[in-house]
Every structure is written in C-alpha cells, then in structure tokens.
C-alpha cells in the first residue's frame, strides 16, 4: 500500500471538488470521538484494533480522563474510492480529502460546535440506537438547520441493541423505526417552524397589499361598492403576490434510509452498514434492479420467498411475513453476533460462524479464530464483511456536497444574514459563492476560534532527519503492522463477490513522513510560551504564508464607510494543515478548505473574518449571525500566591482569546471574575490557566455581591425617637456648640430613585463637565460670560440629544423589558441634557402625589448627589436663605459663597453625607433612594475659631455620620439584593422543576409563554445574585438538560422585609412568639455581609446553648 | 482515712464546663460559676436568658472548692440590704472573665476582617490604581507574618530597597521637622507584621498592616491618595515660610508658602489663580494630609485651606 506524503494531501487540497469537509455532531456520549478513530485508523494513523478505544482527538489529558470531549479539532483524512461508472467499466480510482471536525458533546461546550459547525459543509450526526433523541441532539439538529449544513444520520451503538436489551431483530426494527420519526420530528419542527413564519410573512404581504389598494380605492369609489372592489382586488393581487402560498418542498431536510441518509453503526465493534450496501448485495441473489430494491428495503415491505417479489402490507393476506429489513439485513447482523458472540455460553458457536463465512466468503484468520476472546472474532468478521469506515465514508463522499457545491447553496442566505449585506461587493459575493480558488480572487476566510499551541508542538520546531529515536522506530512500527493488517482485511474485501460493487470503495493508508508523528519525549519546558494559531476556513481565494490580509473584527460591518477602529492588517505567518494532535507547515492553501493560520495573535480576540480588501468585505463573525449562549457560571479567581497576579491576568487575557465561551473581567472591587458556560467547562479553564496559560496556582471562589441599602416609610415602623422633632430628624451640636445643624433624612419617591439610577450617567457627565468648567472659568480669570457660555453648551447638549432623542424616549418607556432596562440603566442618559435631566427629574417628583408639598421646590434646591458625587442619593438645601450652591445652578457666583465663613463646614457636611451614602448603616453597602434635608444651620464664630481646624473636620465629619445613622435606622430600613434577569427556555415536562428551582433560590417568575410554535416555554424571573451560585447547574441536573437559563443584571430590587424587625405588637408576639420563629431573611443576608467585612453583628451568641457544650474535652 | 478521700480519676471532679467570673470587693474575692464562651455575648447583649449563662444562682468565695460565700460576707462587702442575685448580677456584669477560647477565637475572626476590609479600601497597585480583593490582602499579610519571624535575619538583604520605599513613602519635603521624620524612619527597622491582636484597634492595627505591606512589597501596593482642593489667598502665596517654631534650627526655612503647599502634593490636576484666590486640585498621600492641614492653620492663619474631595482615590469601572 503506498505511503501518502502529505504533498498528496496539499495536491488533493487543490482539487476542490475532491474535497469534503464535515464535523460530528451528537449529544455527549453517543459515540464521536469513536466513529472518528474508526475513520482516523483508515489512515494508518492509528491500529484499527484500537480504533474506538484509544479516542485520538481527545489529546488533552483530562479528555482522556474523563472520557468526553472538551475542544473541537479537527484532522484531514486521506481517502480513495474504487467506481465504475457502469458494471462493466474499469473501477476508476477517485481520491478524496477529508477535513474532519470532531466536535464535543457536552452542553457546556455546545459554543464549539456552533463554532465547528459554521466551518463545515456537511454534519454527521450521531445518534444513540438505545437513548434516542436526547437534549443535545436537538440542539445539534437545529445548528445543523439553521447553518443549513447537509446532516447524515448515524444510528450508533446498534450492538447495545443485541447484546444488552436482547431485541429480536423484528423488535428493533420496531425501535430503529421509531427512532427515525423522532429525528424526522425535530427536523420537522424547524422546516414547521420557518413555514409558519413564512406563511405569516406571506399573509402580511398580503394584507399590506390589501390595505394599500384599499386605500387607493376608498378614496376613488364610494363605500358600498367595497364589496366588488375586494373581489377586484384578488383578481389584481395574483399578478405580483401569489395568491395561494406555495409550500415548499422539505423533502430533502428529513431522514430517510431509502435515500441512504442514514447509516446504520457501531463504532465499538467496527461496522456500519446503509441499506443500499444490502440492496447492492441483494440485488442479484434476488434478480432485482439495485435501485427498486435500495426503495423498499426499509418500510412496510415484505418479500415473498415464493415469488422473491416485495409485498407492500396490503397484499400480505394475513401472512406472517417479516419486514424486508428485518428479513435481509438485520437478521444476518444478528446471526453474526449470535455465531461470534452468542451461544449458551457467550462463546459463540463455530459451525455456525464457518457457515457465515463461508456464504460471505470471507476468511478469518486461524489465530483470530483460535483467540479466546470473542469479541476480537466479531471485530475480525465485521472488519472484513461490512467495516465502519467504508459506509460512512462512502455516504460522506456521496451525500455530502463539495465547497464549490455547498457554498453556492449556503452562501447566498449566510452572507444574507451578516450585517450590512447589501454592501457586500458583489465580486467577493461571486468570489464566496463559486468558492472561486484562483490566485487572483479576493480572499474570505472566517477564523472560527484561536487554539492554543505549545511552541514545541508546532512543526517547525520539530526534529527532523537524523537517525530515528527509539521512539520514532516503535512508531513507524506500530504503522506497519497496522498497513499489514488492513491490507489483509482488503485482502479479503476484495475476494468477496456479493459485495464487490459496494466495498469497492477501499481506503488506502495516507501514512505521513515522520514529521507528522509529535514527538513526545521532549520534557515540558517551563517557558514553553503559546502560540495562537487561527481555526479557520477558506471560502474563497487562496491564502499563503507572507500574504497580507485585513483583519475584520466581529463588530465590523461593510455599510460602514470608515470603520472604527479600521480594520489591521496582518502578514500570514505560517498556515498549517491540521492533523488532530499535529500541524502540518503548507504554503498556501486554496478556498473550500479548513486550515490553521498562524500571526493572527492580537489581531483577532476569538473569530473574526479575514478579508484582502476592507471596502465591501463580509462580516462572517457578527454575534448575531453566531449563536452562541451566553456564559452564566461566574466565578471571582485569585493566585495562591499573591505575587503571581500578574501572571494570573496574562493567563487570563490568552484564556479569553483561546476560548470563545469564556468572558474576563476586572470589576471595580479589584476581583478578577471569569465567566463559564458551565461547571465543566471552568474546570477545564481552571486546569488549563494552572497548566498552560498563568502556570501558577489559582483559586477559585464566589464572587462578592453588592448590596445597596435603602428606607421606606412602613406601616410597623416604631415611635420617632425623638416625637418633639419628628421622625428622621436629627439635631446636632457640635465643636463644643459653636455650629448646630438640624438634618433630616428622607425616603425618596420610588419613582425618583428609580429615574436617578437609570440616568446616573447624566450626573455623573454633569459633575465632570461643571468641573471643567470651574477650570475653564478661572483660565478666563473671572472675566467670563456665564451666560453665553450656558447657552452654547446647551445648544451642544441639544444636538446631542436630537441624534439619540430614540434613546431616551425607549429609556422612559417604563413598560420596557427588565433586560433592557439594565442595559439602559448603563449607558442611558450619558446623552441626556442638563434641562432634559431636570425635567425628567422635576416629573419624577410630580409623579409622588402624596406628599406633594413637601417634595416642592426640590430639584433645584438639590446641593449635592452621593456617592462618590454621582449616586442616587440626595443632599438638599432646605435653609432659609440658601447657604449652600446648588448642583444645578453652577453659574452661583463662587466668590461670595466661597468666601463665607460658612463655606468650609458646609463642604464638610457635604463630605460627611458622601461617606454615609458610600456606606449605610446596616452593613457599610452604598445607600439609593434617600434625601437628606439640611433644616438650618447655626454658627458660633468665637467658639469656632477657638478650636483647631484639624479637630474640627474630624467631629464634624464623625457626629454628622452617627446623626445620619439615627436618622436613617427611624425609619423602617430596607436591604436591597442585586438581581439578575433569567431568562429559561424549557419544554413542558420540566416546567414545574424549574419553577421549584426558582422558588428554592428565592427568585421571582415575571412572565412565562409559549415559544410557538416550538414546544418550549420561555421563562422571564428575577433571582437574587446571592442565590445565584450553582444555579446553572441545578437547573440543567434538575431538568436533566432541557432547560438552559441565561442570567443578565438587572439591577436592585428591595427585600420587602425590615431587617431589625422583632415581634412587638400583642397580636405578633402570639403569632410569632418573643423570639420571631420565623426567619427573618434580610437579617440573614445583612448578617453575612457584616460577617464578611468584620463588622459587629447583632445577637450573635458563639455558643447557641451554653448547657449542650462537650463537657469532656476542653 | 475514708474512702473519698483517696485521690483517683474516678472521684476527682473538674470543671471542665466553668467559666469563672471574679469581682474583688471589700478585699474579698467573690465568684460565680458561668458556662463557658457566653459571658461576653451577655455583656454585650446577645444574649438575653441568664439561665444560658449562669451554672448556679450563687456566689462563690471559691468555686472550684464548692465555697459558698457565707452572707456575712456579702454583707460586708457589698453593704446591707444587697439581695444574692444583685451581687450576682454585679460581679456578671463588673467581674474580670475568662475568656472561652472560642469567644477569643471569634473576635480574632472579626477584627482580622475588619483590619482586611480597612486595608483592602485604602490600598492600590501603583500602576492601575485598582484595588485589591480582602483575599489578596490577606493572602499577602499571610506571606509577611510567615516570614516575620525571620525577617531580622533577612534584613539586610532589602534593607536597601525598604530606605528606599520609605523615602518614597515618607514626604518628600526638603526641610523642617519632616525631614527629621525621614531620617527617623530610614534608621528605624522594617515595620513587621505579626498578625491582628483583639488589644489594639482595627484602624490602628490596619495602619500598622499597610506600613508593612507597602515596606516589604509582597504584591506592588501604594496607599491610594486623597484627592484635595487646597484654596488659599493669593497675597499670601508669595510669603517666606515662617521657621517653625520648634528646635529644627539646623534646616533653615527656604522658599514660599506655595512652594511648601505643593511640596505635600503628590501629582497636582488643575492649578490656577481666579480673583483673589488660588486653587490647586491634587493628589497627597493620606499621611501628609494631617501635615500639611497643621501647616496651613499654623502659616496662613485661616486664609487657606484644604478640603478633602475625596478620601480613597481608587480606579472606577467606568
């Protein structure tokens, strides 16, 4: 058998129509990685005894370890089919090129399969003949529809079928057949799904045509003769709209064996079968054209073995015939398992096994044959009657379309979907959809993800030449004795006559030079850096090393005229084939192919699409066309040694690039917060920052929740401390009684509150602007125009607000979604006018009917915002005559108030409120949603000045503090939990599981509908960020999958629950007792964060009950 | 000789479970008999049920020997008419304890958080200006009290480096008296950090940790400045310093009051004159806020001042 050099390889690159690429898709466990060594094994790569088992593109270590796969990779096969284009021509030799993507099956890895699926043509989906249709697999059927990818079935693990629910073959037709329908009706729900919104698109039409001549014609004609205008109407519409809606033909989308779609597999044992291989071999024991019998060897056929003729269930006048496809195909696998296999004693049974051989003709080693273990026998007989990797090759070349083909269907609508499509040049347009490959074509690649590669794996650090290593001489073998074992196995194939049209089809081993090998001896060096190499495939051009190509990111779109930031420009450093574990070196590679591109490094943070122009190029990596879910499972990292954070965060920038699904961040709290897809998943981020990317030791804990701290005036609310002075109202004397303040602290509006959180970007513009302008002011020396200048910088904020004016109007929209509203929360206002601001502000307070007095007047006596001059906080001026400026009115004229004696204090209390609101009483969180009153303010000068400054600023600052404490614990305090928004897809049956998880975790169910015409039910509820630990993957185990939840902040929310309550009144303390039976939750949490910060907490004993303590050690 | 009193495992008896509460009055020693860890929660009115706290209504001249104090004895010292449940009550209430291991164990818990929570405000990495997590902080006070008990030994090897830190930490006025703190500070060994005691203050004892940590540097940290707006009348810019009055002859007071105001500056934002007044906004190190607010009241008499914009400068998310 000859050796393939990998020249073969890059020469069958050249031949697009040769080439084939495909990814394997399925739900975990049901058997990927396994096909994919039985496909690998053709290829000399690995022994076919083990393929199966040793799962070659699992090369990370815990892959192995646990037995699933984490990171999709993929590997270029090498495979030669034998065709004669009629029976009696000469087989002529067609070599294909394979590009394989083994993708994992795991939900919390599924980014890497939408991410595999978009570089593929054709998928392969793999389905478990006893588990069925699972979770993933719907989900992998619909990746595969909506990236309008070609799928063939695969119906693996057909021996679990035999060997551990002992079916009858009859029985598992049965089964096999109602697995079928399942797939078709998920396959179907989609094709349903897109009719259905078809249909609606095409009634609207419709309507709009109606409408329009409607209108047309009620202008002309007089109302009663409607009737005939209508009917006039239909006759007008026919000519542009069609008036019946077409259906489309969904044929093509369903499952069905007739159409050898689906193959029939185990990829343990080694064999797979299509129903046309059978026809093949059946056509001429029966007389039989191929192509009738291929029709009617799966379905409601039976064969008369009188007449050898097939009966459809209607003509079988009562017999008791079995299913064609039981009769021919299933009872022989069976037969085979029974002879190798079966027998009273597991062993087998030899004469009948010497009769199948003898009919398949094929002949089985005598040492096979002698060999204990019966499973090697029925590996040795499938090997040479029916093997895996001929069927599924077969069908993937037969089935499954070239690039030049694929891309001129998948093409048009894909490029439909990207951002600013109309802009896209029509040249590239052309160039991508003829996957036009010649040198001069523009060049379209889409980088998928980054992976990350150990400098000493890449080729070009390889050993090479020289004498062979120990290691190198066991390898090559080991591939010798694997070329002798399948020549054998061909050997036989050959000789077979009943089959000869079908297993013509043989493979040849594409044995690569050594190079290929990745020589493993070389010790981990510790300085081993990484190097990023680009997943990418080629849609159209050809790319070679040293090419200079633009960089578009994500965000990019060709309607833009002058991108922001403009497109980089990068030099291809190396382009690599790749083979699974290894890298190939290649120097160009042309359109329809998967490659590795290396010098993309900083250039592209996790796809991208490369392009040689910038002018009209494609956008093939915008998020909306990618779906892909959010990372919902937060955890905050830190180094085991603290010296080594530097390192942590530069492993943590490489992770992010390297894994699509993974999202950084640096919160203002200094935490460093990594965000998952799941449990599994930031464990493999975990081991592979330990091992590959930081190389130091890194901890994993919960992030720190915020809390914010508010009042409200509630009914239960005890006596005023002070009933002459009123509730919330606070004197205090301080520097010996030389100043006097009366304050009073306040429950704001919750309208107000609410409008000052969602436009804190306003003030905090304001604040930075005044400031600027306090500057610009004194660099005109006190000569300036307050005026003139006020007018022209509301002149600047009006046109800033007539470019956003939607903005805001969606921001006051309240009714709006709670997910948005976060969002608005963020960036709203931050385009706001100082006018709009207070208006908005000035109704917010208008809103608030009870106390309407009270609230008057209160916009512009506002003096100050807290926290950190920004908050949703309120210092008011409520003194007669007006000491202190006001936020607003920031044209005051400085030189006099700042030269009154008062100033000082003044900014002191306004420094005492921002410290309180920075952190409340209950357990040092920011406060929202309180005003706090100055009432007057008195002054003693000779006892002031009497005292040192120094002293001064710190009891000010101090007493002030403890009188707001007072002032603020009067009233009935509230602790406020950060929410998030979730939203959870799930079908029917685990509705209510979910609900019990959102219950448990104390969230709130806001909305809940029927996601049409899918099965599933979208679920909106808000859950603390408290609760929210482990949420995703309670939700997934109790659901067992069906339910994925998305988790976005959706800012605070009021506990409705006093944290110091206690029972008092007669009628509680009998409900409740003295000591409150009932936990009191807002206690709980603010308990635990005063806990957390080392703060004294109340009530808590350190022994519960003194007598119950050990009395007999210490 | 009777039975009992042979001294065997079997009849001994020990307070395992006791907790003694002492009060000396009238040069008597009394006692009462509390369960162990629960009479400081008493005290601070955790906990509110006596019977959780008191083995025996008694009092006790002795307790371990089972010797009731006779009311004579009580009448003596504390005077007539006191009930034995008042004197109970007062030695709970006024008696030295023992503390329970676990009482000490959970206030060494809570002032180690707190010192963290102090430290973590008001400590930045130099470069970002971002906070650091408690968890970091402590991890790497952890790191310094290991090595506490070496760092003698070791002290040469950085005691460069430490000057050096010092005297970047330190002011960097060139005259008066904080010169003299410099060199007091560049003679005087490391700060150690020997982990947090229940005796001193969390605040204190949180000072004491960033000395430490910003002295050996386990993870690059700075104390996060104060953001100031030091106001003062232009005429008294340009005066010459008055020396000071103390005994720092030896450095001779040179250049004007701004000159000095900008010294305790560390990075100045906006400086500028409008009318009469000069404003500068800048950054100062914690430290030198109390300085150079004593230098203000001491030269300017009032016509200049210093108001905190801000305590913590720290990097903002947005």
Known sequence: MPVVPPEKLVQLQQQGQNVRNICILAHVDHGKTSLTDALIATNGIISPKLAGKIRYLDSRPDEQLRGITMESSAISLFFSLLRRESPTAEPQSKEYLINLIDSPGHIDFSSEVSTASRLCDGAVV????????????????????????????????????????????????????????????????????????????????????????????????????????????????????????????????????????????????????????????????????????????????????????????????????????????????????????????????????????????ISIPPYVLRSRDPKALLSAVFAAWLPLSTALLVSVVEHLPSPHTAQASRMPALLKESPGHEHIDARVREAMIASNAAKEAPVVAYVSKMVSIPESELPANKRRGGALTAEEARELGRKKRAEIARAQASASTNGDAGMESVTDALSTTAISDEQDVPIREFPEDPSDPEHLIGFA????????????????????????????PPPRKVTITALYLLMGRSLESLTSVPAGNIVGIAGLEGAILKSGTLCSQVQGA??????????????????????????????????????????????????????????????????????????????????????????????????????????????????????????????????????????????????????????????????????????????????????????????????????????????????????????????????????????????????????AFGPRQVGPNLLIDKTEDRVCDSFFHNQS?????????????????????????????????????????????????????????????????????????????????????????????????????????????????????????????????????????????????????????????????????????????????????????????????????????????????????????????? | MPAAQINQPSNQIRLTNVSLVRLKKGKKRFEIACYKNTVQAYRAGHETDLDNVLQIPNVFLNVSKGQVAPNAEIEKAFGKGFKRDEVVMEILQKGELQVGEKERAQELERVHREVLEIVAGRLVEPKTKRVYTTGMIEKALEQLQSQGGHAGRHAGKDEGKSREQSANTGSSTPNGDAGETEAKEAAKPKPIWTGVTTTKSAKSQALDAMRALISHQPIPVARARMRLRITCATAMLKQAVKSAPSADG??????????????????????????????????????????????????????????VLDTAVTHEAD
């Open chain 1, 537 to 564: 495939r080629l849609f159209s051009g050809t790319l070679s090393v040293g090419q200079e190509i633009y960089v578009l990111p994500p965000k990019f779109s060709p309607a833009q005229e002058h991108p922001h």
């Open chain 1, 618 to 863: 494609p956008n093939l990596s915008s998020t909306t066309a990618i779906s892909t879910n959010a990372p919902i499972v937060r955890v905050a990292l830190e180094p085991t040694n603290p010296g080594d954070l530097d390192k942590m965060v530069r492993g943590l920038r490489l992770l992010e690039q390297a894994d699509p699904a993974v999202v950084y961040e640096q919160l203002e709290s200094g935490e460093h917060v990594i965000l998952t897809a799941g449990e599994l998943h930031l464990e493999r981020c975990l081991k592979d920052l330990r091992e590959r990317f930081a190389r130091c030791d890194i901890q994993a804990g919960e992030a720190i929740v915020p809390y914010r701290e508010s009042i409200v005036s509630a009914e239960e609310m005890r006596e005023p401390r002070d009933p002459a002075l009123g509730r919330g109202i606070a004197e205090i004397s301080m520097v010996g009684g030389g100043l006097k303040v009366k304050l009073r602290v306040l429950p704001l509006p919750a309208k107000v509150t609410e409008y000052l959180v969602k436009y804190q970007g306003c003030v905090k513009r304001v604040w930075a602007e005044r400031m600027a302008k306090e500057r610009e002011r004194r660099d005109k020396s006190g000569q300036l125009n307050a005026s003139s200048e006020s007018n022209g910088n509301t002149a600047d904020d009006d046109a800033e607000v007539s470019t956003h004016g939607d903005d805001d109007e969606a921001g006051t929209n309240s009714d709006r979604d709670v997910k948005h509203a976060a969002d608005d929360s963020i960036e709203g206002g931050q385009t706001m006018s100082v006018d709009d601001f207070k208006n908005g502000l000035l109704e917010a307070f208008e809103e608030e009917k009870a106390d309407k007095a009270l609230w008057k007047g209160f916009v512009s006596k506002i003096t």
């Open chain 1, 893 to 1114: 004229n400085d030189a006099t108030t700042s030269t009154s004696p008062l100033h000082p204090l003044l900014s002191k209390l306004t420094h005492a409120f921002q410290l309180f609101t920075s952190s409340g009483p209950l357990c040092a969180e920011p406060t929202q949603g309180i005003a706090v009153l100055l009432e007057s303010i008195t002054t003693d000068q000779a006892i002031l000045c009497s005292h040192s400054a120094g002293a001064q600023t710190g009891e000010i600052l101090r007493s002030t503090r403890t009188a707001l404490k007072s002032a603020f614990l009067d009233w009935s305090p509230r602790i406020l939990l950060a929410m998030y928004a979730c939203e959870i897809q799930a079908s029917a049956e685990v509705l209510g599981r979910v609900y019990s998880v959102i219950t448990r975790r104390r969230g709130r169910i806001i909305s809940e509908s029927l996601l049409e015409p899918s099965p599933n039910f979208t679920i909106l509820a808000l859950l603390p960020v408290a609760e929210s630990f482990g949420f995703a993957d309670e939700i997934r185990k109790r659901s067992a999958g069906a339910a994925s939840p998305q988790l976005v902040f959706a800012g605070f929310e009021a506990l409705e629950e006093d944290p110091f309550w206690v029972p008092r009144t007669e009628e509680e303390l009998e409900d409740f007792g003295s000591l409150g039976d009932k936990e009191n939750v807002a206690r709980r949490y603010v308990d635990s964060v005063r806990e957390r910060k080392g703060l004294v907490v109340q009530g808590k004993r350190v022994v519960g009950d003194a007598e119950k303590q050990s009395t007999l050690k210490r």
């Open chain 2, 250 to 307: 030896d450095a001779p007071a040179t250049g004007t009051v701004k000159d000095k105001i900008l010294s305790f500056v560390e990075q100045i934002e906006t400086q500028d004159v409008g009318g009469e007044e000069w404003e500068c906004i800048g950054f100062v190190e914690p430290g030198n806020y109390k300085l150079l607010g004593e230098f203000l009241d001491g030269q300017t008499k009032g016509r200049a001042r210093a108001e």
């Open chain 1, 126 to 361: 793999l389905v478990d003949a006893v588990e069925g249709v699972c979770s993933q697999t719907v989900t992998v059927l619909r990746h595969t529809y909506v990236e309008k990818l070609k799928p063939l079935l695969v119906i693996n693990k057909m021996d679990r079928l035999i060997t551990e629910l002992k079916l009858s073959p009859s029985e598992a037709y049965t089964h096999l057949s109602k697995l079928l329908e399942q797939v078709n009706a998920v396959m179907g729900s989609f094709a349903l799904g897109e009719r259905m919104e078809d249909d609606l698109r095409w009634r609207e039409r419709i309507d709009e045509k109606l409408q329009s001549k409607g209108a047309e014609a009620g202008s002309n004609a007089s109302s009663d003769r409607k009737g005939s205008i209508a009917s006039h109407e239909n006759g007008v519409l026919t000519d542009d709209t069609p008036a019946q809606y077409e259906e489309k033909e969904d044929e093509d989308i369903y499952f069905e064996p007739e159409r050898n779609n689906v193959i029939f597999s185990s990829a343990i044992d080694g064999w797979a079968f299509t129903p046309g291989q059978f026809a093949g071999i059946y056509a001429k024991k029966l007389g039989m054209k191929r192509e009738v019998l291929e029709k009617f060897l799966w379905g409601d056929f039976y064969l008369d073995p009188k007449t050898k003729r097939v009966l459809s269930s209607k003509h079988l006048r009562g017999r008791h015939l079995k299913p064609t496809f039981v009769q021919l195909v299933l009872e022989n696998v069976w037969a085979v398992y029974e002879a190798t296999t079966g027998g009273s004693n597991g062993k087998g049974d030899p004469t009948m096994l010497e009769k199948i051989t003898k009919s398949l003709n």
